[in-house]
């Protein structure tokens, strides 16, 4: 079973920029399919961006189109988050998450079968 544990996360003004990243540990395979899902207070989990990591392929939720960019670096099994233009819609928990199986193009939280912890992400007016 994958750990997997994310880092990047905190404050931010609106406009600025923030980089998450997620590491892969105890896992011989990355992940088929690799996501980072974000969370607010009171709302529903939704998904941000996945690819799959053979591929290359990716997927973004229209909200973070033009601003997010998702990457992984299969040597060091990582998977990235680049965030611009940030702002106060993106504030919320984010995940990261990894599936074997196909679905990467509806994020979509379920058969993703391994998840971090999260790290927060605060953007101010």
């Known amino acids: 079973q994958v750990q997997l544990v994310e880092s990047g996360g905190g404050s931010v003004q609106a406009g600025g920029s923030l980089t998450l990243s997620c590491a892969a540990y105890e896992y011989s395979n990355f992940g088929y399919c690799m996501a980072w899902f974000r969370q607010a207070p009171g709302k529903e989990r939704e998904g941000v961006a996945s690819?799959?990591?053979?591929?290359?392929?990716?997927y973004y939720h229209d909200s973070v189109k033009g601003r997010f960019t998702i990457s992984r670096d299969d040597a060091k099994k990582t998977l990235t988050l680049q965030m611009h233009n940030l702002n106060q819609n993106d504030t919320a928990m984010y995940y990261c998450a990894a599936r074997s199986t196909r679905g990467c193009s509806a994020l979509e939280s379920n058969g993703y079968e391994n998840w971090g912890r999260g790290t927060q992400v605060t953007v101010s007016s």
């Open positions: 690819i799959y990591t053979q591929q290359g392929l990716t």
